[in-house]
T-cell receptor, first 115, second 115 residues
């Protein structure tokens, strides 16, 4: 079975500061990993995904994540936070890379950006 | 190109009632997955439909059932509603033949409140 742990339910940064959101996974098979963002009263938007290609994955809005198998981690970073980055972020793992995969999500990390 | 659309956006029911939520997938997608997101939690997988059949199911009771129509749209039905069923219900669509190469696209959800 797969699972995801997001360390820190709430992260607060200043505008322009580094954003680091932590995600550790547990998987009995090579994982497929995702980061999604959720703005208030909206659904989930994909930021980036890791599917066993390059370990450093670049996504939208300047976010990137690095897959570290030895640490079972997939932390999300952004060099400089913007006010518009304030949202809830979810890390997710897939049970397969195949056609009928399902996602297992972490509990989420709420990011606030202070001016 | 319309994305995933869900209806209604909000719904209020009382305990014991039944509810039906609807989802139209993104154009070109043939697989629909449903997730339940309780307040302050990450989404939890309910089930997935492809070719009008339930293909995978999460840890949800039989009170939760679904259907997929020939045009790929889907319904989620919940019977004998409990207070604990209050949540945001998210629909996600994808193309089965792309697997994780084309991640699931989410709708904005239906907010279900049980009184």
């Amino acid at each position: 079975a797969q699972s995801v742990t997001q360390l820190g339910s709430h992260v607060s940064v200043s505008e322009g500061a580094l954003v680091l959101l932590r995600c550790n996974y547990s998987s009995s098979v090579p994982p497929y990993l995702f980061w999604y963002v959720q703005y208030p009263n909206q659904g989930l938007q994909l930021l980036l995904k890791y599917t066993s290609a390059a370990t450093l994955v670049k996504g939208i809005n300047g976010f990137e994540a690095e897959f570290k198998k030895s640490e079972t981690s997939f932390h999300l970073t952004k060099p400089s936070a913007h006010m518009s980055d304030a949202a809830e972020y979810f890390c997710a793992v897939s049970n397969s890379g195949g056609s009928n995969y399902k996602l297992t999500f972490g509990k989420g990390t709420l990011l606030t950006v202070n001016p | 190109d319309a994305g995933v659309t869900q209806s209604p956006t909000h719904l209020i029911k009382t305990r014991g009632q039944q509810v039906t939520l609807r989802c139209s997938p993104k154009s070109g997608h043939d697989t629909v997955s449903w997730y339940q997101q309780a307040l302050g939690q990450g989404p939890q997988f309910i089930f997935q439909y492809y070719e009008e059949e339930e293909r995978q199911r999460g840890n949800f009771p039989d009170r939760f059932s679904g259907h997929q129509f020939p045009n790929y749209s889907s319904e989620l039905n919940v019977n004998a509603l409990l207070l604990g069923d209050s949540a945001l219900y998210l629909c996600a669509s994808s193309r089965r033949d792309r697997g994780t190469n084309q991640p699931q696209h989410f709708g904005d959800g239906t907010r279900l409140s049980i009184l």
